[in-house]
């Protein structure tokens, strides 16, 4: 199978952190040709380290987020040949578990795209950190207009609701079906941290159900190979990193690649 990847990264620091490195050979590993798009003025011996994994390395302006990244990377490719493209990003750390069954399992689903996870925040979506477009998406109009329209926007609020929710309707209500590898979780998770905040936390949060970053543990225990960086930076709902740093450790990843 042919298989592209645009691979959307940033770096405040402008640096190709070690789990980025991580991430990108394991996605050479399944026999894609990686194309690799920073918002971030790498100085030439951070773009060396991508030089082992990547057909193309792209340098823009900080504007768009990783729709923006995408939009430029897609921009002049032949895709006719190319069976699937793969849209990733610098948001997540792995992956924990091998992405090839994932991607034997996918295969055998009937469905034209898909994403590792969905999230109910908002609108019903599959999360954007892992997206793949089989060849009939592809080839449609519909999916060059989508990419085509995508503006500039430095805000992130504007991307997630201009693009990350619009997408996957996007394409269903032109007669595309998507699915998720591991569809929403809706049990309790271990990792939080008391009854009480469990229970209120829950009831707030369960309208926007972001299992992601709810519920990381199950995702993990479930053959979810991602985890959000957003737990190690914000961790928006409190959850205990040191449990889930045991659980990736057991499944064989190296726990410093979360630092």
């Known amino acids: 199978m042919n298989?592209?990847?645009?691979?959307?990264?940033?770096?405040?620091?402008?640096?190709?952190?070690?789990?980025?490195?991580?991430?990108?050979?394991a996605l050479k590993a399944l026999g894609a040709g990686v194309h690799f798009i920073s918002n971030s003025p790498l100085p030439s011996t951070?773009?060396?380290?991508?030089?082992?994994?990547?057909?193309?390395?792209?340098?823009?302006?900080?504007?768009?987020?990783?729709?923006?990244?995408?939009?430029?990377?897609?921009?002049?490719?032949?895709l006719a040949?190319?069976?699937?493209?793969?849209?990733?990003?610098?948001?997540?750390?792995?992956?924990?578990?091998?992405?090839a069954p994932i991607f034997q399992r996918m295969d055998a689903t009937p469905c034209d795209f898909w994403g590792m996870t969905e999230s109910r925040e908002k609108l019903p979506h599959l999360q954007s950190f892992f997206l793949v477009f089989r060849k009939q998406v592809m080839a449609s109009p519909v999916f060059s207009r989508f990419f085509q329209s995508?503006?500039?926007?430095?805000?992130?609020?504007?991307?997630?609701?201009?693009?990350?929710?619009?997408?996957?309707?996007y394409l269903e209500e032109n007669g595309f079906r998507g699915t998720a590898a591991f569809p929403h979780i809706q049990r309790k998770s271990s990792l939080i941290q008391n009854l009480i905040f469990r229970k209120s936390l829950l009831n707030r949060a369960r309208p926007k159900r972001n299992a992601t970053l709810l519920y990381p543990?199950?995702?993990?225990?479930?053959?979810?190979?991602?985890?959000?960086?957003?737990?190690?930076?914000?961790?928006?709902?409190?959850?205990?990193?040191?449990?889930?740093?045991?659980?990736?450790?057991?499944a064989g990843f190296d726990p410093d690649l979360l630092k």
């Open 3 to 25: 298989r592209l990847v645009l691979f959307a990264h940033f770096d405040a620091d402008n640096r190709i952190q070690p789990y980025v490195l991580f991430h990108l050979q």
């Open 81 to 99: 040949s190319v069976d699937e493209v793969v849209l990733t990003n610098s948001s997540i750390v792995g992956p924990i578990h091998p992405l």
């Open 150 to 169: 995508v503006l500039p926007y430095r805000s992130k609020l504007c991307v997630v609701y201009a693009y990350e929710l619009g997408l996957t309707t």
């Open 46 to 78: 951070e773009i060396a380290k991508v030089a082992p994994f990547v057909e193309r390395t792209l340098l823009r302006a900080n504007t768009g987020l990783d729709f923006g990244m995408w939009k430029d990377g897609l921009e002049g490719l032949d």
């Open 217 to 250: 543990d199950l995702l993990i225990r479930e053959g979810m190979p991602y985890l959000k960086t957003r737990l190690f930076t914000d961790n928006p709902h409190r959850i205990r990193l040191e449990p889930l740093r045991r659980l990736v450790q057991s």
